[in-house]
């Protein structure tokens, strides 16, 4: 099972709450961050996002701008009684937390010590990773019966053509009694699965693939 501590950033760039805003500005553009947890001896207390730090600064070309940054504290313009998460929570529980809250971020705690930040980018990128996004293939999805071995027959479908499945997803189908079943294929031409899926008795609602197709096995 995927956790928090999978997805989460380590390498966190922190500061203390009496570190100037204009410093946590500086980082925020040096290291590319838009949070950044305020910690004191090890604990954290406090959190700046880049939106704190802009509503800190006075419009730009303002003759104050650099002391409204210079004078201000961390500890005074941060945010406290923040969400926290263990590193050992799931990814799933994050993503609810990041959604329902409408927050950018959650600071990673365990024994009462700051050990990763996990961040809506992060989700994204675990995301795109668990889609295999970033891989060539192709998507199919298929429309089935919604009861108990309905998975087990779509997938002997696609073992039956030697190619293999690098996600699956479920999804409601228009129809409350069948649900659809979403594959990512690892082949850029899923034809000879579709073709299979169809002469079974499938409905086949969906298909996605490269623009290029590469001959496969499953045109054997």
Not at 10 to 15: A, G, K, M, P, Q
Not at 68 to 93: E, K, Y
Not at 104 to 129: H, K, N, Y
Not at 185 to 209: C, H, M, Q, R, W
Request: with cysteine.
């Amino acid at each position: 099972m995927l956790r928090v501590r999978d997805a989460m950033t380590r390498d966190v760039v922190t500061l203390g709450p009496d570190a100037s805003a204009a410093e946590a500005w500086r980082l925020c553009r040096e290291r590319n961050i838009r949070h950044l947890p305020v910690v004191d001896e090890g604990r954290l207390v406090g959190l700046v996002s880049d939106r704190d730090l802009r509503d800190t600064s006075p419009p730009r070309g303002s003759t104050g701008e650099r002391d409204a940054l210079n004078w201000s504290r961390l500890g005074d313009i941060m945010s406290t009684g923040l969400s926290t998460i263990h590193p050992l929570d799931t990814i799933d529980h994050a993503a609810r937390e990041l959604h329902d809250r409408k927050i950018g971020c959650l600071p990673v705690v365990a024994d009462g010590g700051l050990v990763g930040i996990i961040t809506s980018s992060d989700m994204m990128r675990t995301l795109i990773d668990l889609v295999g996004a970033r891989d060539r293939g192709s998507w199919v999805e298929v429309e089935v019966p919604n009861e108990p071995g309905q998975l087990a027959n779509v997938t002997d479908v696609i073992r039956e053509k030697k190619v293999n499945i690098g996600g699956v997803f479920l999804s409601p189908a228009y129809r409350a009694s069948n649900r659809l079943i979403v594959f990512r294929l690892e082949t850029t031409n899923p034809s000879g699965i579709v073709k299979a899926f169809e002469a079974a008795g499938y409905n086949v609602t969906t298909v996605e693939a490269s623009s290029n197709p590469e001959p496969t096995l499953e045109e054997a």
